[in-house]
Each structure stands twice: as C-alpha cells, then as structure tokens.
C-alpha cells in the first residue's frame, strides 16, 4: 500500500542549539496504528518535563511503527551561514529534499509539509506535494514528523543545558530568546567575553527585562 509522507521541522526559533526536520512515511495501517497510541502535534503536548517525556515515549513508537522516517540535526553553523544570506527557508527545503531523497520517495508520492509558503516549491520535484499551514493538525504523517523532529530537539538541547548546569544553572525557556535565556547568555558573555558556540551568531541579541 502506498505511504503518505510528512514533513515537519522544530527549533527554527531559538537562538541556542540546532534545528530538527523529520519526514515520516505512513502507510494506512501505520495511521490507525498510530492515532490509536497517540500520535498528535508535537505542540499539543505542552513544553514541560512531562511533555518531553510523552513525545519521547511517542517519538519511540514512531519509530518502531512508521514504514519510513528520517530525521536530521541541522547544526548551528550552517543556520548562521543560510541566515546571515537571509537563506533560512531555503535550507528548510534542502534539507527537506535530501531527507525525501535519502528514504527514496518517488516523484508521485503524496506529501504533506507543513509551511504553506515554506514548501510550496518542492511541487516542482513532487507535483502531488501539499505545502499547508497547520498540517500537523490535520495530518497524522505530519503530526508524527513534527514529534520525532520535536524529540530530536529536546533532545539536543538537554546535552546543551546539561553542559552549562554545572557553571551556570538550569537554562530554561528551551533556547527561545526569552528573559531565562538571556540572563544564561550575559553570564556567558560576561565570564568568556563573547556568546557560547551552541548559540546562533546570526539571531539578534537584544536586552531584554528579566521576566
């Protein structure tokens, strides 16, 4: 039976860590399979301890019941360099292809990436490609994308907070550039001179009240 791919990134916005896409190949069977154990947008978990736990036990399911899926780190110094280019979407979408490429999807195949505007081009290599916002929510293949790329992410940036726990407390706020992660950065800055090498150069650093 034919697969339904979808595809789905997180941590665009922070400015500490990589960011994760995931693309995840669903067969009908692996739908019920996994609507049935679950599977939702990423988001819908919250962002607390427990919701880390729930989309790691989810992300462990995917795994072991989707026909396909890949899932790629995309460090922080190649968002820099497509960044600093104002290039950020087009690295969304090459990565995207080569993750499509990698699990050998055919050019007919259905697939669902979520970012209306983001994936729109990819029809040209995918002429079924459906490029939509919110497709986690309407989309199991695309819901359960969004978990293993969520997972990838948390993931990353616990060995990060991990790392700077010891020196500089718990970093909190995930890496967003909200008040906890500013005051981790002026720390930083204050004890090395300059922002830590997880962080992204290209994001503007601006102050902000504690909150």
Known sequence: MTAVYGVDEAGRGPILGPMAIAVVGLRR?????????????????????EAVARRAELAAII??????????????????????????????????????????VPGDARVICDGATMFAPLRTPYPNLEAVDRGESAHLCVAAASILAKDARDRAFSEIAQRYAPEFG?????????????????????????????????WSVRRLDPA
């Open 63 to 104: 795994r072991e019941r989707a026909s396909y899926f890949a899932v790629r780190l995309v460090s922080v110094e190649t968002i820099d360099e497509f960044t600093s280019r104002g290039r950020l979407n087009e690295l969304e979408r090459i990565v995207a292809l080569e993750l499509l490429a990698q699990l050998a």
């Open 29 to 49: 069977g692996d739908t019920i399979s996994l609507g049935r154990r679950g599977v939702a947008d990423s988001k819908s978990f919250g962002a607390g301890p």
């Open 170 to 202: 718990p970093i909190r706020g995930g890496g967003y550039l909200n008040a906890a992660t500013y005051r981790f950065l002026e720390d930083y800055r204050l004890r090395f001179g300059g922002l830590p090498p997880e962080a992204r150069k290209s």
